[in-house]
T-cell receptor, first 112, second 113 residues
Framework: DAKTTQPPSMDCAEGRAANLPCNHSTISGNEYVYWYRQIHSQGPQYIIHGLKNNETNEMASLIITEDRKSSTLILPHATLRDTAVYYCIVRGGSSNTGKLIFGQGTTLQVKP | GAGVSQSPSNKVTEKGKDVELRCDPISGHTALYWYRQSLGQGLEFLIYFQGNSAPDKSGLPSDRFSAERTGGSVSTLTIQRTQQEDSAVYLC???????????FGQGTRLTVV
């Protein structure tokens, strides 16, 4: 599975959009980009995933560049409860186990 | 059930004892994963089940660790002769099949004293 690179930490003001970047320059054509988050002491929570088109759900939007080498997770109106570690994971391709390989993620701190 | 259920939520054991951790996946999910997370660290993959078989055991750290799954449902992770470095949160996830969206339980916090 492709390696991802994320900034270790970010701050965001409450009510503003949080834009979390992820680089995955070695992604292959059939690999998906997944985002999870982990709020302190809880299990990881699935947020969103995509292949090449932008995706939106009730939690967030996922913007994938045309060359698929990077993506951005957007939380449109961040709240204090969005403070968490956010993981960008590339998954799929030749692996049929679907195991998720977690990196260190981005710690997002939403401030009042 | 509505989500992945793990038990116990907390377990304190003495060094050298064996422990069993249980995972009840979401009903109908054929794929099941175990991970562990040591304090302040990222998630480390342990083992993947598809049905009752485990085609990927590559993350099990030693032969003291084993896991089984019965009836394509409940899974048990067993750690024999526990060591202090085994202290961690053990997380289970399940998905409809390998490669589909995986949902995690809340984990079992294991403390070896």
């Amino acid at each position: 599975d492709a390696k991802t690179t994320q900034p270790p930490s970010m701050d965001c003001a409450e009510g503003r959009a949080a834009n979390l970047p992820c680089n995955h320059s070695t992604i292959s054509g059939n690999e998906y980009v997944y985002w999870y988050r982990q709020i302190h002491s809880q299990g990881p929570q699935y947020i969103i995933h995509g292949l090449k088109n932008n995706e939106t759900n009730e939690m967030a939007s996922l913007i994938i560049t045309e060359d698929r080498k990077s993506s951005t997770l957007i939380l449109p109106h961040a709240t204090l409860r969005d403070t968490a570690v956010y993981y960008c994971i590339v998954r799929g391709g030749s692996s049929n186990t679907g195991k998720l390989i977690f990196g260190q993620g981005t710690t997002l701190q939403v401030k009042p | 059930g509505a989500g992945v259920s793990q038990s116990p939520s907390n377990k304190v054991t003495e060094k050298g004892k064996d422990v069993e951790l249980r995972c009840d996946p979401i009903s109908g999910h054929t794929a099941l994963y175990w991970y562990r997370q040591s304090l302040g660290q990222g998630l480390e993959f342990l083992i993947y089940f598809q049905g009752n078989s485990a085609p990927d055991k590559s993350g099990l750290p030693s032969d003291r660790f084993s896991a089984e799954r019965t009836g394509g449902s409940v899974s048990t992770l067993t750690i024999q002769r526990t060591q202090q470095e085994d202290s961690a949160v053990y997380l289970c996830a399940s998905s409809l099949e390998g490669g589909r969206v995986a949902f995690f339980g809340q984990g079992t916090r294991l403390t070896v004293v």
